[in-house]
């Protein structure tokens, strides 16, 4: 029986994407783990796997088309030696047997699991017995993995018993035995209130005076999260001064002792790269700031996984520095590099950009002096961060110059309030003003 590829869902929020290239044609002979297709989706651009082994009979959706809807038909497999011909004529009726999977092995941030898509059959037996090997598409086990479930509990109604994401779905539904959760998943977003319809604004306008430029699927995205944290979060401020004579003078020493490489430096540390290691360690010295809010929990994070707004053109994205609080500042500067790059070019997996625990946005580049960010759930605080610029400060009586930086902390005031909002930027302003403290 043939195989029916349908779009895969990249990301636990994700609801259609772009099927930007085939990188097979009809006729090709793939296996399990060939890279067959590039989807783009609102964040960046993935390669999608065959999770079987057989013959493309037909490409059903063509290379450039947009806003595919997840676990909609794109691509049908002969499998077993099958007629190809027979196999492209009839396989789209054909219930979906399998799905395509991203090839990264993803570890996403918890998320509730999407049970939208009507679940597939499934068999009465389990998929494995205890001890044996689990089939299970990637996507499938990432899905599990997010949901608290234990993957060999699912019943398999892929190929050959494989565990596809309708089964993941129908076993979260139904309640099958789950694996020991660490933190408790996220509320459920509430539904957003529409903004302005497009008539009632493009009336204020006279006609020939602009041009409709269409949402795309980031700025949409974009949209809709800042609005959902505007409606939900209680947002609080609280901003310092920070002194930066210190870690300029020692950011000057470590760069210029930097080994060469290759011809080049090892690393280039940057301000950002030391106000990243400050704010995680100042998260792993004040722990009660390190947490997410639910309904139901206080989800404290055991590690500062601190993402950075980096602009891409059409928006911005969030990757994140995983575990920063443990790493080199040369560490987090290459990584940051590396991140920020594959973010511009649109080519970040999703465990690259999903998750952390806060995060940095830096306008300090752009002559900033300050300016408050919109806290981005499921995180509860966000840095902001201004020029550095010369100032007139006292000190002992004595008007000096100094490099002074203005940072602003926004913290959800559910469960990271004014006084330990203050204590967080606190530690952050020492460690910024002693920043010899960030190497030991």
Known sequence: MPVNITMPA?????????????????????????????????????????????VVAKLVVPAGTEAVKVNALIAILAVDGED??????????????????????????????????PAAAVSAAPAVATGERVFASPLARRMAKDAGLDIKSVSG???????????????????????????????????????????????????????????????????????????????FYVSVDCELDALLALRAQLNAAAPEKDGKSAYKLSVNDMVIKALALALRDVPDANVSWTDTNMVKHKHADVGVAVSIPGGLITPIIR??????????????????????????????????????????MMGVKSFSAVVNPPHATILAVGAGEERVVVKKGEMKVANVMTVTLSTDHRCVDGALGAELLGAFKRYIENPMGMLV
């Open 84 to 117: 190809v011909a027979a196999a492209a004529a009839g396989g789209g009726s054909a219930p979906a047997k399998a799905e395509a999977a991203p090839a990264p092995k993803a570890e996403a941030a918890p998320a509730p699991v999407a049970a939208s898509a």
């Open 323 to 364: 575990k920063a609080e443990e790493k080199s500042l040369s560490t987090i500067s290459n990584e940051m590099k590396d991140l920020g790059k594959r973010a511009k070019d649109r080519k970040l997996k999703p465990e690259e950009y999903q998750g952390g625990t806060t995060a940095v946005s830096n306008m300090g």
């Open 157 to 235: 109604s892929g190929p050959k018993g494989r565990i596809v994401k309708s089964d993941v779905e129908k076993a979260a539904a139904g309640g099958v035995k789950a694996a020991p959760a660490t933190a408790a998943a996220p509320a459920a977003a509430p539904v957003l209130a529409k903004g302005a319809s497009e008539e009632a604004v493009l009336k204020n306008f006279a006609e020939g005076s602009y041009e409709l430029v269409p949402h795309d699927g980031m700025r949409k995205t974009i949209a809709k999260r800042l609005q959902e944290s505007k409606q939900t979060i209680p947002h």
């Open 10 to 54: 990249l990301s636990p929020t994700m609801e259609e994407g772009n099927l930007a290239k085939w990188l097979v044609k009809e006729g090709d002979t793939v296996k399990a783990g060939d890279v067959i297709a590039e989807i783009e989706t609102d964040k960046a651009t993935m390669e999608v796997e065959a999770v079987d082994e057989g």
